[in-house]
């Protein structure tokens, strides 16, 4: 299995300023036939299911803010919030969809400082 | 806008077996490309990918659950569901029925307990 690892568990950071969460993952989740890294982040709040925020590494799915993005490739990869919002408070994840079994990294946490 | 709702027991006693089923509203499990998938989570191993199945019926399993686990998909229903065999208390999660490999569309989930 691909095993998901996020840094750090958690952060604080005020409003508008920028929240940055990596995730590293055991093997390379990049499909050299399509050039595409297999990894998204979710958003979680609480008593909510998780949300999907990014795809394909960098790509932002329909109606989420552009101050969120991702980027990186093959094994490390970071979402960054460019600047915070109260409504972004919440559990961050990241996901391969590589190959089966799908895996997640254990979430960090997002809090106002 | 596609819709899914979970639905199944709370409370299950150990060692029995779990039956989810996910109704998907506003698409077909018939059609498209996107696998239907089942995802727990809980407080000890966080979210868990535990099975897709295809609009085909072609499926792939955690194999840390595959012994335990059958997904299936039910076209006149709209439906697919999951069994999970021999509780244990570990098998304590919300569990989430979503579609696609990167989930775009969730279920709201539903808490299952594992307790006698």
């Known amino acids: 299995d691909i095993v998901m690892t996020q840094s750090p568990d958690s952060l604080a950071v005020s409003l508008g300023e920028r929240a940055t969460i990596n995730c590293k993952s055991s093997?390379?989740?990049?499909?050299?036939?399509?050039?595409?890294?297999?990894l998204a982040w979710y958003q979680q709040k609480p008593g909510q299911p998780p949300k999907l925020v990014i795809y394909?590494?960098?790509t932002r799915d329909s109606g989420v803010p552009d101050r969120f993005s991702g980027s990186g490739s093959g094994t490390d990869f970071t979402l960054t919030i460019s600047s915070l919002q109260a409504e972004d408070v919440a559990v961050y994840y990241c996901?391969?969809?590589?190959?089966?079994?799908?895996?997640f990294g254990g979430g960090t946490k997002v809090e106002i400082k | 806008q596609v819709q899914l709702q979970e639905s199944g027991p709370g409370l299950v006693k150990p060692s029995q077996t779990l039956s989810l089923t996910c109704t998907v509203s506003?698409?077909?499990?018939?059609?498209?490309?996107?696998?239907w998938s089942w995802i727990r989570q809980s407080a000890g191993r966080g979210l868990e990918w535990i099975a897709r199945?295809?609009?085909?019926?072609?499926?792939n399993y955690n194999p840390s659950l595959k012994s335990r686990v059958t997904i299936s998909v039910d076209r006149s229903k709209n439906q697919f569901s999951l069994n999970l065999r021999s509780l244990t208390a570990a098998d304590t999660a919300v569990y989430y029925c979503?579609?696609?490999?990167?989930?775009?569309?969730w279920g709201q989930g539903i808490l299952v307990t594992v307790s006698s």
């Open positions: 996901q391969h969809y590589y190959s089966t079994p799908f895996t």
């Open positions: 199945i295809s609009p085909s019926g072609s499926t």
């Open positions: 394909w590494a960098s």
């Open positions: 979503a579609r696609g490999d990167y989930s775009y569309y």
């Open positions: 506003g698409g077909s499990v018939s059609s498209g490309t996107d696998y």
């Open positions: 093997q390379s989740v990049l499909y050299s036939s399509n050039n595409k890294n297999y």
